[in-house]
């Protein structure tokens, strides 16, 4: 499992809540199971008393996401180490696959926590994939998204560091909106163009009189 992958912990847990909407789907121990996806075993260590831990790990990984999308850097930075710190890692070598051609392991970096609850395992894997995009990408490749009101965390992969929404799904919405206000505009010139050519028109008959 690459480090990258990660990273999208740090993203589900975010985006378990939309507060311009005032949605929060983290509000069961079912619910944070569910945010360690295919990792049955952390998330079988899950009980009761993580839901009020995760949320307050999810507040502050969203304020890394703000910081990081406001331009600040530093601050982004220094609310992921201050995370870091809190709930470390310890990197491992793993070989669970195995190569196509023979039978030998294929190697690859492993995140082993040492959680004493769900919450400390599932915010040291989260942060460190973080921290890794950050590192290797770059602060300005965390986001929220642009689509009012939504205001999801994503990272940003696109070659040209282009993305501005967190879904296909945000990104056309926007782009409908953004067409109707223009059309809007449009005829708003078109209607005050159209009075002041009246306008004109009235004031010079009244001149020939």
Same mark, same amino acid.
């Given at each position: 499992m690459e480090l990258a992958y990660y990273s999208d912990y740090a993203v589900r847990l975010v985006n378990s809540e939309e507060p311009a909407r +005032?949605?929060?789907?983290?509000?069961?121990?079912?619910?944070?199971r569910d945010l360690f %996806?295919? +990792?049955?075993?952390?998330?079988r260590r899950a009980t009761d008393a993580d839901v009020t831990r995760f949320r307050s790990v999810r507040g502050r990984l969203r304020?890394?996401?703000?910081?990081?999308? %406001? %331009?600040?850097?530093?601050?982004?930075?220094?609310?992921? +180490?201050?995370?870091?710190?809190?709930?470390?890692? &310890?990197?491992?070598i793993s070989g669970h696959?195995?190569?196509?051609?023979?039978?030998r392991p294929l190697w690859h970096m492993h995140l082993a926590d040492?959680?004493? +609850?769900?919450?400390?395992?599932y915010a040291a894997i989260a942060s460190m994939g973080l921290a890794f995009h950050l590192t290797e990408y770059g602060v300005d490749r965390l986001g929220l998204c642009e689509a009012a009101p939504c205001r999801n965390a994503y990272l940003d992969t696109s070659t040209n560091r282009?993305?501005?929404?967190?879904?296909?799904?945000?990104?056309t919405r926007a782009n409908v909106a953004a067409y109707r206000a223009r059309k809007?505009?449009?005829?708003?010139? &078109?209607?005050k163009t159209g009075r002041t050519a009246e306008s004109a028109q009235s004031t010079a008959r009244t001149t020939d009189r």
């Open positions: +005032n949605k929060d789907s983290l509000t069961s121990v079912d619910a944070v %996806g295919g +990792n049955a075993s952390a998330a304020a890394v996401f703000e910081a990081a999308d %406001g %331009g600040d850097e530093t601050l982004a930075v220094d609310l992921l +180490n201050s995370l870091l710190l809190e709930f470390p890692v &310890s990197p491992q696959d195995h190569r196509d051609d023979d039978d040492h959680p004493s +609850n769900a919450t400390a395992g282009s993305r501005r929404y967190c879904s296909d799904r945000c990104a809007r505009e449009e005829a708003d010139r &078109s209607q």
